[in-house]
């Protein structure tokens, strides 16, 4: 693991806040020299601190009206069982993020679809159909209260 000095983490507030930003607005932000900046980033993402970058795009304004927490819980957990479920996760752009989890259930989802009948067609017709399959339990999302990227960095 890389170790963080303080200019890194103000770098990384930085870019967390403007993620489009140039390496001179982040270099006027963190105080530092573009290059400086420039070295800086290269070192965080080849060490895999920046793991990429990305648009976030606000569901409801590209037709996905529908977020789901769905909690699913196998049978058992036999590598055929899991690799079959993992292979499902990794394929479904529905899917958008897969936690395996402690408690009542062994997963926890974040699904995405258009409508209802999308959703409970992708349940129905892919989810509920891999092996091994126990249970899946989903709670429709009404109103996202909060919703951020930005990792609370020390400092």
Partial sequence: MIELDPADLRLLAALQRQGRASNILLAEAVAASPSQVGRRLAR?????????????LRPEAVGLSVMAITLVSLERHAEEIVQGFQTLVRQA???????????????????????????????????????????????????????????????
């Fill in 93 to 155: 752009p529905e899917i958008l993020d897969c936690y395996s989890i402690t408690g009542e259930a062994d997963f926890m989802l974040r699904i995405v679809a258009a409508d209802l009948g999308q959703f409970a067609d992708f349940i129905s017709r892919r989810l509920l159909r891999v092996p091994g399959m126990r249970s899946v339990r989903s709670s429709i999302v009404l109103e996202r209260i909060k919703h951020t990227t930005a990792l609370p960095l020390p400092g």
């Fill in 44 to 56: 965080l993402e080849e060490a895999g601190v920046i793991e990429g970058y990305a648009a976030l």
